[in-house]
């Protein structure tokens, strides 16, 4: 598993805000992108998981390699945890949700309405998911909004054994997660706000 991404161009609506991004994520690898807030991170994983055209540029990857996690838990409310784990586990062909549960200390909860969770409960279900997809390559938006020390070490045990078992991770994060990883700083690729790079009509979606 190999992403590649060369001068790639990404856009608010039709104003570029990221250009020239260029890098390589091998497997095994761990990637975490910073910058300053409304900097672009976003609209990069967005763009890397499909969600919105880029401008320009090439993004080059195995076919159905990404599972991303945005800002939205994505929970079906009505569901238990583990139905809703199953569900997806079903929806992937991934069989046991067993691991997504012990890793992230839902066990105990696996009967319980994902309505009737915490705000920090729902954020590790949502991460859980990650771990009944079968994906490679995870693209994480501040996963750990919501959680507190002992689960953010959780997602981080999550994402080393990922990388360990040949996986890769893009991760935008403000904190240390304690991993061994390289950093990509995107305030390099700032685009020029009086480029004419703008395309009028482009693609625009609102951001999670």
């Not at 076919?63 to 079903?90: I, M």
Request: glycine residues 12%; contains cysteine.
């Amino acid at each position: 598993m190999e992403l590649r991404v060369d001068n790639l161009t990404v856009s608010r609506g039709s104003i570029p805000v990221l250009e020239g991004v260029t890098f390589d994520l091998k497997a095994g690898n761990i990637l975490i992108l910073r910058g300053p807030n409304g900097s672009g991170k976003t609209t990069l994983l967005r763009c890397l998981a499909g969600l919105q055209q880029p401008l320009g540029g090439n993004i080059s990857m195995p076919p159905e390699a990404v599972a991303y996690g945005a800002h939205a838990d994505g929970l079906k409310t009505t569901l238990s945890v583990g139905e809703n784990l199953q569900f997806w586990a079903d929806i992937y062909a991934t069989g046991s949700i067993d691991a997504a549960l012990k890793n992230f200390n839902l066990v105990s909860l696996a009967n319980r309405m994902a309505g009737n969770l915490s705000a920090g409960q729902k954020r590790r279900l949502g991460l859980a998911r990650l771990l009944v997809t079968g994906r490679p390559l995870w693209l994480l938006d501040e996963p750990t909004v919501s959680l507190d020390q002992a689960s953010v070490a959780l997602f981080a045990n999550a994402v080393r054994a990922h990388a360990a078992g040949g996986g890769a991770a893009l991760i935008a994060t403000h904190i240390d997660l304690g991993l061994q990883a390289d950093i990509l700083d995107i305030g390099q690729f700032r685009a020029d706000p009086n480029s004419s790079g703008a395309i009028a009509g482009a693609f625009d979606e609102a951001l999670t």
